[in-house]
């Protein structure tokens, strides 16, 4: 014997588990069809359906018999998977912001060591011989030779290649110390 929309709302408010278990069987196939167009997720749209005939069993006082029963069902399902929507578009925002935020932070730390290890490249090179030192910034800032820089200081090449070992050898072991 089929329930017309009056004795549904009221079965309802009095959590009369029968008709609840009869509009449920009649109506959670056609709100599983709307959760699905909105979500396009099998697992989602069927937890919409629970969450929906959950929510109409806690609140149930607040039915209005005059609305047939299938709008308040249709209606919580297109609010509820609304919701979930905006949530999930929510979360994804959240989640873009967070990787650009990490993003940044890891940019700036990276600039920021950059800054302290030239710093301390400066700090050694400074403390270098002046000859030692100066065959070091030809070679490496100025990109001549050893030929180059042998003939311009009026040094051997030999001599030029001792400097650049020892100052590529303490300017190793200077930041190997200050790390």
């Given at each position: 014997m089929p329930l017309n929309n009056t004795d549904i709302v009221n079965g309802v408010r009095n959590r009369d588990k029968h008709v609840f278990e009869v509009i449920f069987n009649q109506f959670s196939s056609a709100m599983f069809s709307i959760a699905l167009?909105?979500?396009?997720?099998?697992?989602?749209?069927?937890?919409?359906?629970?969450?929906?005939?959950?929510?109409?069993?806690?609140?149930?006082?607040?039915?209005?018999?005059?609305?047939?029963?299938?709008?308040?069902?249709?209606?919580?399902t297109v609010n509820t998977c609304l919701n979930r929507i905006k949530k999930t578009q929510r979360q994804?925002?959240?989640?873009?912001?967070?990787?650009?935020?990490?993003?940044?932070?890891?940019?700036?730390?990276?600039?920021?060591?950059?800054?302290?290890?030239?710093?301390?490249?400066?700090?050694?090179?400074?403390?270098?011989?002046?000859?030692?030192?100066?065959?070091?910034e030809m070679s490496r800032f100025k990109g001549l030779s050893p030929t180059e820089i042998s003939q311009q200081l009026n040094i051997s090449i030999n001599t030029v290649y001792t400097h650049l070992t020892t100052a590529l050898k303490k300017i190793r072991l200077g930041l190997l110390n200050q790390q």
């Open positions: 167009r909105y979500l396009r997720d099998q697992d989602e749209a069927q937890d919409i359906v629970q969450d929906v005939f959950l929510n109409l069993w806690r609140t149930a006082d607040n039915l209005d018999e005059r609305a047939p029963i299938q709008h308040y069902l249709a209606r919580a994804q925002q959240y989640t873009k912001e967070q990787q650009l935020t990490s993003t940044e932070l890891t940019v700036e730390h990276l600039l920021l060591e950059h800054k302290e290890l030239e710093a301390q490249y400066l700090s050694i090179l400074e403390k270098l011989p002046e000859q030692c030192r100066r065959v070091f």
